[in-house]
């Protein structure tokens, strides 16, 4: 069994930043199937560009682009690539970071795919000042790496609340590939919910209002397509469930402090 050590993976390396305990690194990955491994330190991975599956010994998961999963230190598994090219973005993490931020080191267990909008947005940020260093990134990403971390164990925190059925199913309906843009009275007659309890209990297992946790979502869908140019704006505005593209804009610039067209001008 192969043991990836620091900042090793599978691939050709683009670009690595070591930023005290933390490795941010972008690769391009090449074979068609890599071989069984773990790696000594946890690690994100976050899909930049065409289709890969990451397989372990209880599920296989096919990340497209846009894709976010955690991988433990203490998890076997093997990629392989279901496209001709494919790119993606790792942060890992060395055990005594979380010593020196006084973090529990067993934050996080196993190996799963991330849905929580905001950790995408928290990554594509980090994504953003790896690319574009400047005279402010090694801070920036310093205080989203803690912000990734609090979030993190805020939604350790909330799996363990007692969830009503409908809560999984609602999440389900928002997390759907179409991003169909459900009104609350929709919803309400498809989990047979009161739209007032609904409102009033997403706060809670969601940590964001309705509205919000929604404008989240698309704007996470749009990062993938952002990495790619054969998309425009507007085209990316409309496969996200956005009205227009002035409302696309003036969302992802209330949670990325830029527009689209910056983001994606300046990687």
Not at 165 to 181: F, G, K, M, S
């Amino acid at each position: 069994m192969k043991i990836l050590t620091k900042g090793e993976y599978y691939g050709e390396k683009r670009l690595e930043l070591d930023n005290k305990g933390i490795v941010l690194s972008e690769y391009d990955y090449q074979l068609p199937k890599t071989d069984w491994h773990y790696h000594e330190n946890p690690y994100f991975m976050y899909i930049i560009e065409g289709n890969v599956y990451d397989v372990n010994k209880k599920r296989t998961t096919n990340c497209t682009p846009g894709s976010l999963l955690l991988h433990n230190w203490d998890e076997t598994h093997y990629n392989s690539k279901a496209s001709s090219t494919a790119r993606g973005f790792h942060i890992e993490f060395e055990r005594e970071w979380f010593d020196q931020k006084k973090l529990d080191v067993d934050l996080w267990e196993g190996s799963h795919l991330i849905h929580n909008p905001k950790m995408h947005h928290l990554l594509g940020r980090l994504y953003f000042e790896f690319k574009c260093q400047d005279e402010y990134s090694e801070l920036s990403i310093d205080l989203l790496l803690l912000e990734l971390c609090e979030t993190s164990q805020a939604d350790k925190k909330l799996a363990f609340l007692d969830t009503p059925v409908w809560v999984e199913t609602l999440r389900e309906l928002l997390h759907e590939h179409d991003l169909h843009n459900y009104s609350l009275a929709e919803l309400s007659s498809i989990l047979g919910v009161h739209p007032v309890h609904i409102s009033r209990a997403v706060p809670k297992y969601f940590s964001v209002t309705l509205g919000n946790y929604i404008r989240q979502q698309k704007t996470k869908k749009a990062m993938g397509y952002l990495y790619d140019p054969n998309y425009s704006l507007t085209e990316i505005a409309y496969l996200c469930g956005f009205a227009d593209q002035s409302h696309f804009t003036r969302t992802f610039r209330s949670f990325f402090e830029m527009t689209p067209k910056e983001f994606r001008v300046r990687l």
